[in-house]
């Protein structure tokens, strides 16, 4: 599988290796930021991976990008080295869907001709794949959402939304670990901590980690410790 | 070392807040380098105080601070002149002062440049949180309590009366990076160049902007004719990783170019700052025109390589 890279500046080359929000491209994508990580070319300073593409971080004065490229284009050989390196298990993380956690909750649920409960069990029926973890640190994108949810995102995106907030947009569903401004659905939210800087591991989740959602009530969420 | 009171904020103006070179290596995990805009500047103020140059600068954004020193310190200004004066008497950037308890330190306004950087000698206490103090103010962490300074914060310096003797010295002018109100930022074609009309790319090179009141320190957002996009194509793409000076045309068609705390985006790029023009990038202010010339990869590390030779010079020079 030959990809495309593209430069990105003077510091970084931005390698393709598929289109579209696809788990096989995905799984590639993972493979690669581990081969990175394992090869440690000199001059690389990091890899940010992404749906179908991976930004290779350089210093101009270590790295001559020509030579970066070969190299890459040299370990891009996926089918030798088989699937990438899986997290053990499933991860679980509750959630207080509707209400004021969700506020958009009852409008997805209109959007589609579906009850609430039927939003709440499509969306907690689901093992999502992570995809990708960007916009601020340690939100998951993660995918595919049931066809049945496909909803686009707001038309008018909000400035404040809550830590913890719940949210679909299209066909991927996310968490927000701070607040932030963001444009997707808000549906329901976690009491579990995405982002902490403080630990050995700051994200909660990762690229390529499976995640279901687990429906919880208010009263729970209270009892929640932390 | 001994941690003693060394700074305290009186107002922080438009925004405050340390920073060093930046937090690298987290971008897997959605964490942006944050970091001092104008990294030349940055290193350049603790090279000449007698720092590391990625110790801790209080980044100082056009207007209003003001702060009062609690002990006797070496300090430098670097970066944007905000025409600072201490105890009301004019200061020299890029030069060490020497500041006695009770002096009063205040950069007014922008004569010109965005952002000055104050470093003091052994510098600012600020623990580094995922190796680096630079602060993240969006998730809240790094630097003073992971956010901007406020008025009464109270900074603390390491062992400062050990560094007074570097009272007076200076940077040759030839070095002193000067941020002009009319800049040209030299960029190469961006990774998405090629799905732009030819004539958007003419019209984006020929443009003169106007940088919007808007800006901040994700992004300088830039004013213009809209850029259009090739017929057809969706205003996103797919996400990707994206990396400082990387310029973003959005479904509105205004230019933005990012910086330091963003590492994924959803728009295509027409092109992309160079490296060596990132720290004018730090400095551009709001009012204030851009233009981008496109050059060479040869010649965007021949331009590196003198920044780097100039940190190099005062890395040797202003030693010990």
Not at chain 1, 1 to 18: K, Y
Request: net charge negative; hydrophobic share 40%.
């Amino acid at each position: 599988m030959q990809p495309e890279i593209r430069h990105m500046g003077d510091r970084g080359l931005l390698v393709e290796l598929g289109a579209g929000i696809d788990p096989a491209v995905n799984r590639r994508v993972q493979q690669l930021h581990q081969i990175l990580a394992r090869e440690n070319l000199f001059g690389v300073v990091e890899t940010v991976p992404a749906y179908n593409s991976l930004l290779v971080v350089y210093d101009p004065l270590r790295a001559a990008p020509e030579a970066l490229e070969r190299q890459i284009r040299g370990l891009c050989h996926f089918d030798d080295i088989g699937h990438p390196e899986q997290p053990p298990g499933v991860v679980e993380i509750p959630v207080v869907y509707g209400g004021e956690s969700g506020p958009d909750l009852d409008d997805v649920a209109a959007f589609h001709g579906l009850t609430r409960g039927d939003v709440v069990r499509l969306h907690s029926g689901t093992v999502y794949r992570v995809y990708m973890i960007g916009f601020t640190p340690g939100f998951p994108y993660m995918g595919e959402l049931p066809q049945a949810l496909d909803t686009p995102r707001r038309e008018t995106p909000r400035t404040r939304i809550p830590k913890g907030s719940v949210a679909i947009a299209q066909r991927q569903t996310g968490i927000y670990p701070v607040v932030s401004p963001g444009g997707w659905q808000i549906i329901g939210r976690t009491p579990v901590e995405l982002f902490d800087p403080r630990q050995d591991k700051p994200s909660l989740l990762g690229m390529g980690d499976e995640v279901r959602f687990i429906p919880m009530t208010a009263e729970e969420a209270a009892q929640w410790p932390g | 070392m001994a941690r003693i009171d060394v700074l305290e904020l009186l107002s922080p103006g438009i925004l405050a807040s340390l920073q060093d070179t930046g937090r690298l290596g987290f971008g897997r995990i959605g964490v942006a380098p944050s970091g001092a805009a104008d990294s030349y500047a940055c290193r350049v103020g603790n090279l000449l105080a007698g720092n590391l140059e990625n110790a801790a600068s209080i980044e100082i954004t056009l207007m209003g601070f003001q702060a009062r020193f609690r002990s006797e310190a070496a300090f430098v200004l670097t970066g944007a002149d905000l025409q600072a004066t201490l105890n009301g008497q004019p200061l020299h950037l890029w030069t060490v002062w020497r500041a006695a308890p009770g002096d009063v330190l205040d950069l007014p306004a922008p004569a010109s440049g965005c952002r000055a950087y104050l470093a003091v000698g052994g510098g600012f206490h600020c623990p580094a949180v995922m190796g680096s103090r630079a602060t993240n103010i969006g998730s809240g962490f790094g630097g003073y309590e992971g956010r901007a300074l406020q008025a009464g914060d109270i900074l603390q310096g390491h062992d400062p009366q050990d560094y007074l003797h570097r009272d007076g010295r200076s940077l040759p002018d030839t070095l002193k990076a000067v941020p002009t109100s009319d800049g040209v930022l030299r960029v190469l074609p961006g990774p998405q160049e090629d799905q732009f009309p030819v004539a958007s790319r003419e019209q984006f090179y020929e443009t003169t902007y106007t940088v919007s009141g808007s800006s901040d320190r994700t992004g300088v957002r830039l004013e213009g004719p809209p850029i259009a996009k090739a017929p057809g194509a969706p205003d996103s793409i797919l996400s990707e990783g994206i990396l400082c000076g990387a310029i973003q045309v959005p479904g509105d068609g205004k230019p933005i170019i990012l910086m330091n705390e963003t590492v994924t985006g959803g728009y295509r790029k027409i092109a992309v700052v160079i490296a060596a023009d990132l720290p004018l990038l730090g400095q551009v202010a709001p009012g204030d025109t851009v233009r981008f010339r496109k050059t060479v990869l040869a010649e965007a590390r021949k331009l590196l390589q003198g920044v780097e030779a100039a940190v190099d010079w005062v890395r040797g020079h202003f030693a010990g």
